[in-house]
């Protein structure tokens, strides 16, 4: 017997966990070289050889790392996550108290749809955007998406005008609580500029709107910049902002599940925390974490060759498929394949989906997944073994051959 909660929430599976599931089942290999890539999901493959080592370092557990602690992390690794943000993210003066520490950003982000939203409450979030956010704040707990239509013009650049026009006019303009930033953003890999942050603080600020500050991918910028953090600035212009990070892209540590939010405000820190009861991380994967995010001297030597090795992979794909067109991209995992010359309606974007899906065997997003108006963009997420990016360019080679040429 299944519940109708359940039976909802399983309803018209997203094209991503379709492309998954496939992946999964049959994934491309030495061993196996006519599997699937899985080129659809923001996963960092590129630092195992650096990370493996430090994870797999011996780590000593007391008497009080086997019983219960405080659910929303332990207060030795708070300390060091405060340390790690001021001194990596230029997050500035953290109260280590107010850091919450859950199983993955997707759990964070949950609880800030069960804490703070009601039913029907709507969150300001430009397009396209990482399409598993509908699942994390609205299939549960029901909170909405008012979608802000960025233009393929400027390359979904963010713009303050497209939010003051969405917001404007919304029907619901009385229940929109938030906007919602990713900042580098996903997917487009845009380094947000000043300007633009704060024209969106300024917004908040006179429309009375909290301000979620999504920073995942802070350390995973291509050229080299330092991250400038939008929650600081929005923090220090006295704007109710909520801040998100977590190990799962600049430290490709998705399985270790350790997401991080923090408020200023000890009410709403407190609220997150006790959430933490149905998000608990283990003892042992915060051990693992201190011993990575406490050791500077390997931070320094391992950010920016990440950062490094992001940089190169798009180069390596504009190069060798100079036949299809590829949005610039200045940080992340990811960077967005126009093919939007071939799709005059979003049937036309599915077929071509199903194509790679099934005929050459690739996982891209289909940008409809994204919240996109616009048919024929893909996101690609391209931090992946370099025998899988050379087999990546064969496929594409062939597909281009043999179906848009």
């Known amino acids: 017997m299944l519940s109708n909660r359940l039976t909802k929430l399983n309803h018209s599976p997203s094209a991503i966990i379709e492309g998954f599931v496939k992946c999964k089942e049959n994934p491309y290999s030495r061993d196996n070289t006519k599997g699937y890539l899985n080129f659809g ?87 396209p955007y990482y399409t598993g956010f509908n699942h994390d704040f609205t299939k549960r707990f029901e909170c909405e998406f008012e979608q802000v239509h960025l233009h393929p013009d400027s390359n979904f650049a963010h713009n303050i005008k497209a939010f003051e026009e969405t917001y404007l006019q919304s029907p619901h303009k009385d229940k929109i609580k938030a906007v919602l930033i990713t900042h580098p953003h996903n997917p487009t890999g845009e380094v947000l500029l000043e300007e633009f942050m704060n024209d969106i603080i300024s917004f908040c600020k006179k429309n009375h709107l909290a301000l979620i500050s999504d920073e995942i991918y802070a350390l995973s910028n291509h050229q080299g910049q330092k991250h400038i953090s939008l929650y600081q600035k929005a923090k220090e212009a006295g704007v109710d902002a909520h801040f998100l990070y977590g190990l799962a892209k600049d430290f490709s540590l998705a399985g270790l599940k350790v997401g991080i939010y923090y408020h200023e405000d000890q009410k709403m820190a407190q609220a997150m925390q006790s959430l933490s009861y149905f998000h608990p991380v ?124």
């Open 282 to 405: 283990s003892t042992h994967t915060q051990l693992l974490v201190q011993n990575i995010l406490a050791d500077t001297h390997f931070l320094k030597e391992y950010i920016p060759l990440n950062q490094k090795r992001l940089k190169e992979i798009p180069l390596v794909l504009e190069t060798q498929l100079p036949m299809y067109k590829f949005i610039p991209t200045d940080a992340g995992l990811f960077m967005l394949l126009d093919l939007s010359e071939q799709c005059k309606d979003f049937a036309q974007e599915k077929q071509l989906y199903e194509k790679f899906l099934n005929y050459i065997k690739i996982n891209m997003t289909p940008g409809e997944e994204l919240g996109l108006k616009v048919p024929g963009f893909f996101r690609v997420c391209f931090a992946r073994p370099k025998e899988e990016i050379l087999e990546f360019i064969v496929r594409m080679k062939l597909f281009y051959e043999n179906e848009l040429s």
């Open 41 to 127: 999901i923001a996963e960092n493959h590129l630092m195992n050889d650096k990370l493996l080592p430090k994870i797999n370092y011996p780590l000593k557990l007391d008497n009080h790392h086997i019983q219960y602690n405080d659910l929303h992390g332990l207060k030795e690794v708070r300390q060091t996550i405060k340390n790690f943000l001021e001194n990596f993210l230029a997050l500035k003066e953290l109260n280590s108290e107010n850091i919450v520490i859950q199983t993955g950003l997707s759990a964070v982000c949950e609880s800030m749809s069960f804490a703070f939203f009601d039913k029907g409450d709507r969150i300001l979030i430009p397009t």
